[in-house]
């Protein structure tokens, strides 16, 4: 049957979950919230065949208030331990060690806690900026699929917000000016140094770093570095020309995929030749034209007035659109 790994999760809890809790805690019903939130390529809709080798399988979240969870958590979760371990021809969840405690039973502030810590939500934009931005993601992911009390879903609607302004401000700032340091300065640097391993590490540092770039324009969360390039495709799949930087997304892929440019660095050079500048490398001349793709969509957003094709050119315009205190942090910061 194919099926993926929160369509299961769903049918799971409504099949069997949920009797359980009519069963053995029918007065605390109206104060259960259950779902599947959090780690896990199925709680991103990003589960196939190939991820389900491991920490798959039947499987849901109930979430409880701390003085229901002091009363009952214990319990509930040895009833939750109890059900069956097989479900529509599938397995029990397959858990690895590190993914012990991914689902079953917990207290509501316990478990945010795991992911953006004691501010519940945050409440400052410094707090903000220091957050993991793949935590954030993994805990706004998912479904809830009852909350008949809302504190649960109340924290988790206020994250979906996404960030404050000032903050998603800043955060451009440093990607910006990561991808010029990485892209347009060092890989070409590297290069004439004959130094592939730095080429190598500052061409990975560009990709990152745009595309962390290209969620914040989106105002969507980045998830775990191996799923952020996939979950790109998805939402372009999905939002089609409300999405942007499209062109970008495809273009980065090309650059993954190009081979080694090093006979391009060789010499003698052309008379012509422009070190800063090396179109006879393909690598580079997709990393300018990947970069005159973000300055338009900086432009487009507000926050530049330039077109300069150099990205470092354009930092100190976007941190002068921040209206707080986050314009005195270093422009590397977050």
């Keep these: ?33 259950a779902g599947l939130v959090g780690e896990g390529s199925e709680c991103f809709g990003f589960d196939d065949e190939i991820s389900r080798d491991h920490d798959f399988g039947a499987g849901f979240c109930i979430w409880l208030a701390k003085e229901d969870y002091d009363k009952i958590g214990a319990k509930m979760q040895r009833c939750y331990d109890a059900l ?26 316990d478990f945010y806690s795991r992911w953006i810590g004691s501010q519940q939500p945050p409440k400052d934009d410094m707090y903000w900026l220091y957050l993991p931005e793949h935590k954030i993601a993994a805990v706004v992911n998912g479904e809830v699929f009852e909350d008949n009390l ?52 500052a061409l990975a540092e560009f990709i990152k770093s745009t595309l962390s770039l290209i969620y914040l324009l989106n105002k969507c969360y980045c998830p775990y570095y191996k799923w952020q390039f996939h979950g790109l495709k998805q939402m372009m799949a999905k939002q089609g020309n409300r999405f942007v930087l499209s062109r970008a997304v495809n273009m980065l892929e ?9 006979d391009s660095w060789a010499q003698p050079f052309p008379d012509d030749f422009n070190p800063y500048l090396n179109t006879l490398d393909h690598k580079v001349v997709v990393i300018e034209n990947i970069c005159m793709l973000v300055v338009y969509e900086l432009k487009r957003q507000g926050l530049t007035d330039i077109s300069d094709s150099f990205l470092d050119a354009h930092t100190d315009q976007i ?7 986050l314009k005195r942090c270093h422009i590397t910061e977050g």
């Design 1 to 33: 049957m194919d099926m993926t790994g929160l369509e299961l999760a769903r049918l799971y809890y409504q099949q069997l979950g949920r009797k359980m809790l009519e069963e053995q805690f029918p007065e605390y019903l109206p104060r259960i919230a």
């Design 84 to 109: 069956p371990k097989e479900f529509m021809g599938f397995a029990a969840r397959n858990t690895t060690a590190r993914a012990n405690g991914r689902v079953g039973v917990f207290e509501i502030s």
């Design 150 to 201: 809302g504190r649960f879903s109340a924290i988790r609607n206020n994250l979906k917000e996404y960030y404050p302004e000032d903050v998603r401000i800043k955060k451009i700032a440093a990607r910006v000016a990561a991808m010029a340091q990485s892209g347009q300065y060092n890989y070409s640097r590297c290069m004439r140094r004959s130094d592939s391993v730095g080429a190598g590490m």
């Design 254 to 262: 090309k650059l993954a995929k190009l081979p080694d440019q090093s």
């Design 319 to 325: 941190m002068q659109r921040i209206q707080g205190d």
